[in-house]
């Protein structure tokens, strides 16, 4: 049996399980661990029955619950370079020092030094450009300097990774995966289909517009999981900052509903069975709108009316889908 459970979906958080074979595969992990889990087991879903994490881009949303996850059930994370890069940066942030803030500060605690009575340590000269440990350390009150160090856990430790591309298909037990671009504003982010004992399933949300390459991968699919985020007059009058708006409503932004149906009524070749509308903002969007837009791109098309247009939640899991 083929399943695929949308377990959270929209700004908060993005998870999904699919299952194929003897294979699952949980696809971002954008909520807590614990949260995830109850979800999961509120789905009939067994969280230790994962084989793999697969991510498609590295914003928190999607990535919240990931290394927690993963070191949990001591499985890999499916990323691209460049996306594992950027996650390894949100985890382990580090304060970078300018040369011109690096100077600055050895010219400080050099004049403090001239003050004070003479006496050992380096000078700043001896120094290398932009080695800030000797300036931590010099920072450290004395007493406290020869205590033995308490090593902190290492937030990005994952129990393996595996690196993948997008356009270069690849497995994961039963099931086949094929990764592809999608235009958004993140290092290197990806949609997915899946293959699985005959059946097609294809996640594409973070979309700020639908290019060629992603209206091919969304043909012939038997479940489209695709973005429907916001209500253009609904952002337009809402409470973001203007840059924001600029930003969902850009080329690498977000996919309004208009955009969405836009697509389902000229570009889609209706050979889904399920489509299920996903990413809806809380702020600037309503189930509602979604799904009315939606159903009359779709009017011409009744079979995919009805219980098989589904819209998904950013505070439940939508009922398993199965083949």
């Not at 919240?64 to 942030?93: C, D, Q, S």
Request: hydrophobic fraction near 40%.
């Amino acid at each position: 049996m083929v399943r695929f459970t949308v377990l959270a979906s929209g700004s908060k958080g993005n998870c999904t399980v699919v299952s194929g074979g003897n294979t699952r595969i949980l696809v971002d992990a954008g909520l807590s661990c614990r949260e995830m889990f109850r979800r999961m087991e509120q789905s009939g879903e067994d969280p230790r029955t994962l084989d793999a994490i697969l991510i498609t881009h590295e914003h928190q949303d999607h990535v919240n619950g990931l290394a927690v996850t993963a070191r949990k059930l001591g499985i890999p994370v499916y990323f691209t370079e460049a996306t594992h890069r950027e996650w390894m940066r949100w985890v382990t942030p580090r304060r970078r020092m300018t040369y011109a803030e690096w100077l600055e500060q050895c010219r400080k605690q050099a004049a403090e030094r001239r003050a004070e009575p003479a006496g050992d340590g380096p000078d700043c000269e001896d120094a290398e450009a932009g080695e800030v440990v000797a300036l931590q350390a010099a920072e450290t009150p004395e007493e406290h300097r020869n205590e033995p160090k308490t090593e902190k856990p290492d937030p990005s430790r994952l129990p393996a990774i595996e690196f993948f591309q997008a356009g270069r298909p690849f497995q994961v037990g039963d099931i086949a995966v094929s990764p592809f671009t999608i235009p958004h504003d993140a290092a290197d982010p990806v949609g997915f289909v899946f293959r699985a004992e005959g059946v097609r399933l294809a996640v594409a949300t973070d979309l700020g517009y639908i290019p060629p390459n992603v209206k091919a991968q969304l043909k012939g699919v038997d479940l489209l999981l695709l973005e429907s985020n916001h209500d253009l007059d609904m952002l337009r009058d809402g409470p973001y900052p203007w840059q924001v708006k600029q930003r969902v409503l850009s080329r690498v932004g977000h996919l309004s509903n208009d955009a969405t149906a836009a697509f389902l009524e000229a570009e889609y070749d209706g050979q889904a069975t399920y489509i299920i509308l996903g990413h809806l903002s809380e702020n600037n969007n309503l189930p509602e709108l979604a799904r009315l837009a939606a159903e009359q791109a779709l009017s011409g098309r009744a079979s995919l009316l009805g219980n098989r247009l589904l819209v998904a939640a950013q505070q439940e899991p939508l009922a398993p889908i199965r083949f």
